[in-house]
């Protein structure tokens, strides 16, 4: 069974700047994939050029086996997008705005209904458009990227600006989408915790090169990151070279906030033997946090920056 998405050795310029450069990338069937990375690390580029908007300026890019070349009418019949934000007609209801678009694809009203159903917009049914919040403008939008029984569903940014509530409502929707329809996701976003919660796999993107993918695991135990410290000490101090030196792991000191980030493999192990060497420097701990490390910092420990910048 051939992929639904096969990406391979795809360059994209625009003047000088290469956005994408040499990605391969392949998704299967039922797959929820997350694309992560800065702004202008690629990733707008890339689902623009998987949904046919933009072309390779060399590679190639397959949708359920096929190429845009050919059979852009087929694709867009299993494609489903939902941008970050999209603009309805605001003097339209939510139903009628459903049943506009269902008629580009000849689809009955019946359908209409059950798109309402599937976004939890029954009971918004007769609101104008421009009543709506953001969480239901947006639910809204994955409707209707859902109004011709997508295969493959490329969403931008979905939640941004929404509040924890809305987003988490459009998480469970997209949850029983996939339990449901079988569907497969590509998402980018900015939420660590979106593309943990919804996607198996992950994908980090930076200056249009793919640093890393896999589980969310996978990624950490590639490279050797599992766990963090971060610490302040209760007195200045010119520098933290007795930890540096210590072989706990790896330090980095702000000398702005006089707070450290230590980077262990096991924080149980190892947290002792931090707390005797800094009593035995004559200093005690201020503030403490311990927590496994996240993608984010994952991305500042590869790029020094971090992913929502």
């Known amino acids: 069974m051939h992929p639904i998405v096969q990406v391979s050795n795809v360059i994209k310029h625009f003047k000088d700047v290469k956005a994408v450069d040499g990605v391969n990338l392949e998704m299967q069937q039922g797959e ?5 990375g800065p702004n202008g690390a690629g990733k707008t580029t890339l689902v623009e050029m998987i949904e046919g908007i933009q072309h390779p300026d060399s590679g190639e890019i397959q949708i359920d086996g096929k190429h845009w070349k050919g059979h852009a009418h087929e694709l867009h019949h299993i494609i489903g997008l939902s941008l970050q934000e999209t603009h309805f007609l605001e003097k339209l209801t939510v139903k009628e705005t459903v049943k506009l678009f269902a008629s580009f694809y000849n689809l009955p009203n019946k359908r209409v209904d059950e798109v309402l159903e599937m976004v939890n917009l029954r009971e918004k049914q007769k609101a104008f458009v421009d009543k709506l919040s953001g969480g239901q403008k947006q639910r809204l939008a994955l409707g209707i990227a859902m109004l011709n029984n997508a295969k493959l569903l490329l969403l ?11 987003r988490r409502e459009m998480w469970n929707i997209l949850m029983q989408l996939r339990e449901e329809h079988k569907i497969s996701l590509i998402l980018t976003s900015h939420y660590m915790e979106e593309a943990e919660f919804l996607c198996e796999r992950i994908v980090i993107l930076d200056k249009g ?3 890393a993918q896999g589980t969310l695991n996978e990624i950490l135990t590639a490279n050797n990151c599992f766990e963090t410290i971060e610490f302040s000490l209760n007195e ?16 980095d000191w702000d000398d702005k906030t006089r707070k450290a980030r230590l980077f262990v493999s096991d924080i149980v192990e190892q947290l002792p033997k931090l707390q005797a060497l800094v009593q035995s420097n004559g200093l005690n701990l201020q503030t403490l946090e311990c927590h496994k490390m996240t993608l984010d910092d994952l991305f500042i420990e590869m790029t020094g920056r971090r992913l929502d910048q």
Not at 32 to 36: G, R, T
């Open 156 to 166: 931008d940014e979905p939640t941004t600006g929404l509040d924890p509530t809305a």
């Open 32 to 36: 929820f994939l997350a694309l992560l």
């Open 236 to 251: 200045p101090v010119q520098n933290i070279g007795f930890i540096q030196n210590s072989g706990l792991g790896r330090v």
């Open 209 to 211: 090169k793919i640093l």
